[in-house]
């Protein structure tokens, strides 16, 4: 196992982000039996302690934004925009779960005899996270903040990409909570494994193989376990769609932050066969050219690895070898960084591997569809079902559509990507496993229910 985890800046491979102990099994383990401990006090501090220190947190990464902000676009690549919206929402996610703390946790039941009967919320331990680099504050916040606001102390294992970010984020947190209530472990594979082994409850983000065997692993010991797992997601375009409107929109949702989010569109399924919106969304598509993520006006940054430029480069290779037709992009980058272009591809088969599986790059495909019925047909004839978005104007066709749609999130009229922090989110079939995040869901993911009843002394 590695001594250190290092980070590098993906558009400066020169940089080093940073240099940080890897954590071994009796580590992991060592931060989960302090979580464990600490989680007493936590817990005995009451609702509205936990409120008032959640809300700490939410101030001192405020403060903290621009220095936040810097290393969110340093160390993963994240066009400046986007990270300062990213930033926005960690605290955002903090301040709503400090006001959860203190809202109703349980029902009052009627009896069926003479007696007080009620249900209450219990915290289920110590969670354990497993959180990727892509939205390296966001997302351990929106994991983490709720097992907190319910009770429960984190131990996180950040991706070795991210491991700066969720060094500022233990540094947060650690000034505003109880010593070992939040803490964080750096590793690889091991590391999170063994947090698997020994946590009370797991939440993971990441790729469809290793969920999988979280899942599996996780279930064998009987604890709760939530995994969200990527997706294959498809702009279904009806042939009343604005064109302009919505190929800028389409090719924002593709090739933004260089494609790297599990909600980016990954097929446009244009409906009736218009010529005209493809033509458009080419021109969209060719307008986004990689720039340095630290310019304000940057949509295409770098991606993550030089493994990850490689798949990118594989990918569009193997679409042209099976007849695909470069319509955008291609080719490579001669510069520093992992850069890759924004690439636009037709004429595929909706059964090649591009077509099924997600490359998580600035790669899209354009498949037709003679009618809706086939669009959607083709948008769900993939093991993912993260989310679907419908373009046009007839609402019939709209509502029909959002009827037919297999996925976990429905967007009409609206990008695949955004996520409102507050509304339940999760996928069907490869793309999630277990209770929703965000939102009061994710409190009940947190937490168990039990039932008390009271009843008169000598009844």
Same mark, same amino acid.
């Given at each position: 196992?590695?001594?250190?985890?290092?980070?590098?800046?993906?558009?400066?491979?020169?940089?080093?982000?940073?240099?940080?102990?890897?954590?071994?099994?009796?580590?992991?383990?060592?931060?989960?039996?302090?979580?464990?401990?600490?989680?007493?006090?936590?817990?005995?501090?009451?609702? /509205?302690?936990?409120?008032?220190?959640?809300?700490?947190?939410?101030?001192?990464?405020?403060?903290?934004?621009?220095?936040?902000?810097?290393?969110?676009?340093?160390?993963?690549?994240? =066009?400046?925009?986007?990270?300062?919206?990213?930033?926005?929402?960690?605290?955002?996610?903090?301040?709503?779960?400090?006001?959860?703390?203190?809202?109703?946790?349980?029902?009052?039941?009627?009896?069926?005899?003479? /007696?007080?009967?009620?249900?209450?919320?219990?915290?289920?331990?110590?969670?354990?996270?497993?959180?990727?680099?892509?939205?390296?504050?966001?997302?351990?916040?929106?994991?983490?903040?709720?097992?907190?606001?319910?009770?429960?102390?984190?131990?996180?294992?950040?991706? =070795?990409?991210?491991?700066?970010?969720?060094?500022?984020?233990?540094?947060?947190?650690?000034?505003?909570?109880?010593?070992?209530?939040?803490?964080?472990?750096?590793?690889?594979?091991?590391?999170?494994?063994?947090? #698997?082994?020994?946590?009370?409850?797991?939440?993971?983000?990441?790729?469809?193989?290793?969920?999988?065997?979280?899942?599996?692993?996780?279930?064998?010991?009987?604890?709760?376990?939530?995994?969200?797992?990527?997706?294959?997601?498809?702009?279904?375009?009806?042939?009343?769609?604005?064109?302009?409107?919505?190929?800028?929109?389409?090719?924002?949702?593709?090739?933004?932050?260089?494609?790297?989010?599990?909600?980016?569109?990954?097929?446009?399924?244009?409906?009736?066969?218009?010529?005209?919106?493809?033509?458009?969304?080419?021109?969209?598509?060719?307008?986004? @050219?990689?720039?340095?993520?630290?310019?304000?006006?940057?949509?295409?940054?770098?991606?993550?690895?030089?493994?990850?430029?490689?798949?990118?480069?594989?990918?569009?290779? @193997?679409?042209?070898?099976?007849?695909?037709?470069?319509?955008?992009?291609?080719?490579?980058?001669?510069?520093?960084?992992?850069?890759?272009?924004?690439?636009?591809?037709?004429?595929?088969? =909706?059964?090649?591997?591009?077509?099924?599986?997600?490359?998580?790059?600035?790669?899209?495909?354009?498949?037709?569809?003679?009618?809706?019925?086939?669009?959607?047909?083709?948008?769900?004839? #993939?093991?993912?079902?993260?989310?679907?978005?419908?373009?046009?104007?007839?609402?019939?066709?709209?509502?029909?559509?959002?009827?037919? @749609?297999?996925?976990?999130?429905?967007?009409?009229?609206?990008?695949?990507?955004?996520?409102?922090?507050?509304? =339940?989110?999760?996928?069907?079939?490869?793309?999630?496993?277990?209770?929703?995040?965000?939102?009061?869901? /994710?409190?009940?993911?947190?937490?168990?229910?039990?039932?008390?009843?009271? @009843?008169?002394?000598?009844?």
């Amino acid at each position: 196992m590695p001594q250190a985890v290092t980070s590098r800046s993906p558009q400066s491979p020169s940089d080093v982000v940073g240099e940080f102990p890897a954590a071994d099994a009796s580590d992991v383990r060592a931060a989960v039996d302090r979580a464990g401990a600490a989680r007493l006090e936590w817990a005995s501090i009451g609702a /509205a302690g936990r409120s008032a220190a959640l809300s700490a947190a939410a101030r001192a990464l405020r403060e903290r934004s621009e220095e936040a902000t810097a290393l969110i676009v340093r160390e993963v690549g994240k =066009p400046l925009t986007e990270a300062r919206g990213e930033l926005a929402r960690a605290v955002a996610i903090l301040d709503y779960y400090a006001q959860a703390c203190v809202a109703a946790s349980g029902e009052l039941y009627p009896p069926s005899v003479g /007696a007080l009967l009620y249900s209450e919320r219990r915290p289920c331990g110590v969670a354990g996270l497993i959180t990727p680099w892509n939205f390296p504050l966001a997302i351990p916040l929106w994991k983490a903040a709720p097992a907190l606001a319910a009770g429960n102390a984190v131990v996180l294992k950040p991706s =070795p990409e991210a491991a700066a970010c969720a060094e500022l984020l233990s540094s947060v947190l650690g000034g505003c909570l109880p010593a070992g209530v939040f803490s964080v472990v750096q590793g690889e594979a091991q590391a999170g494994t063994t947090l #698997v082994a020994c946590a009370d409850v797991v939440s993971f983000t990441g790729s469809a193989a290793v969920g999988a065997a979280v899942t599996s692993a996780a279930a064998g010991r009987g604890i709760p376990v939530q995994c969200e797992m990527g997706g294959q997601n498809a702009a279904i375009v009806l042939p009343d769609a604005d064109a302009a409107a919505t190929a800028a929109m389409i090719a924002s949702a593709a090739m933004g932050y260089a494609g790297q989010k599990c909600t980016a569109t990954r097929r446009v399924i244009v409906v009736g066969g218009n010529e005209g919106f493809i033509d458009a969304l080419a021109d969209a598509v060719s307008a986004l @050219a990689p720039a340095p993520p630290e310019d304000g006006g940057t949509v295409l940054g770098p991606v993550i690895s030089r493994a990850a430029q490689q798949r990118v480069s594989d990918a569009v290779a @193997a679409g042209e070898a099976a007849g695909g037709r470069v319509l955008a992009g291609g080719g490579e980058i001669d510069r520093e960084g992992w850069f890759a272009p924004a690439t636009l591809l037709d004429g595929l088969d =909706p059964g090649h591997e591009l077509a099924r599986e997600e490359t998580f790059g600035p790669l899209a495909i354009v498949l037709r569809a003679a009618d809706l019925e086939q669009a959607m047909h083709l948008s769900g004839g #993939v093991r993912f079902g993260l989310v679907t978005s419908l373009h046009g104007r007839d609402l019939d066709a709209l509502l029909a559509g959002v009827a037919m @749609a297999d996925t976990g999130l429905v967007k009409v009229n609206a990008p695949t990507t955004g996520v409102d922090f507050y509304a =339940p989110f999760g996928g069907e079939k490869d793309s999630s496993y277990g209770l929703r995040e965000q939102g009061p869901r /994710a409190l009940d993911f947190y937490s168990s229910t039990r039932t008390v009843t009271i @009843a008169p002394h000598g009844a």
